[in-house]
């Protein structure tokens, strides 16, 4: 009877609640521990260029007739780790802006084959000094409307990547195309590649494949976290596929339209 079918019901609404509530908190648990995670990682990251500062400084201050050579020798090593902090608070500041920022993109129409142009042009430098051939193929002319500068960064540290990881002699292929809804950005090298097991890794904050080698090439392991979060912001994706020994292939995909979170309904945000 009716009664029975109420009860029934309230139980199978009050279990699928808790069932609800229980995701939910093992879901907050992760983000906290995440978040603590974080903070540690932080810490450390930030307290290991001012421990080789100090014992740098230490090892001057220590002795009474330092060599002019060695004295500058130790500058030279000190103003490396401040460059190091310096880069590690300035993808921080990246990061924590985007975070904060979620839904405020500044979209405007932006011709993706200048800005691409422009990007590689900014590491023509780092290029050349790695000796390391960039290459820009593009399939047609595409605007898309997208937050120029968090774009920007995100394919600036694909590129840069592709350089730094790459051996004298390799190549980095940037490659555009659209159709009628998105725009693709392939990011191609010939690097050393990214082992298996790594690559569902690579785009969490502070994660490197190898520490030891990736702070000798300069890395914080905060590029690919801030290049995934500025895609995503644009309700974009980005895939990597990788053979070690061979080299890496990074695939974006962004809508050419944006379409804000708020406002899904189908209008375009444009400020
Ligand atoms: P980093 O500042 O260390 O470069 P990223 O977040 O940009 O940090 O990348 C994370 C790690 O992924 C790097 O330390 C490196 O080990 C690996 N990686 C990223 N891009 C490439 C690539 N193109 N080829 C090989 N390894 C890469």
Known sequence: DNGEEIAVDDYTESAEVSKKLNSLIARMKVVDESRQEFVSNVSHELKTPLTSMKVLADSLNGQDNVPVELYREFMADIGEEIDRETKIINDLLSLVKMDRAAASLN????????????????????????????????????????????????????VENGIKYNQEGGWVHVSLNADHQYCYIKVEDSGMGIPQESLDFIFERFYRVDKSHSREIGGTGLGLAITKNAITMHNGDIKVHSVLGEGTMFDVRIPLNYISPQNSAGSHKNR
């Open 107 to 158: 979209v405007s129409a932006v011709n993706m084959n200048e800005l691409i142009e422009l990007i590689l042009k900014r590491l023509r430098p780092i290029a050349e000094k790695q000796q390391v051939e960039v290459v820009f193929e593009s399939f047609r002319p595409v605007a898309a409307e997208v937050d120029e500068v968090k774009i920007s960064l995100a394919i600036t540290n694909l």
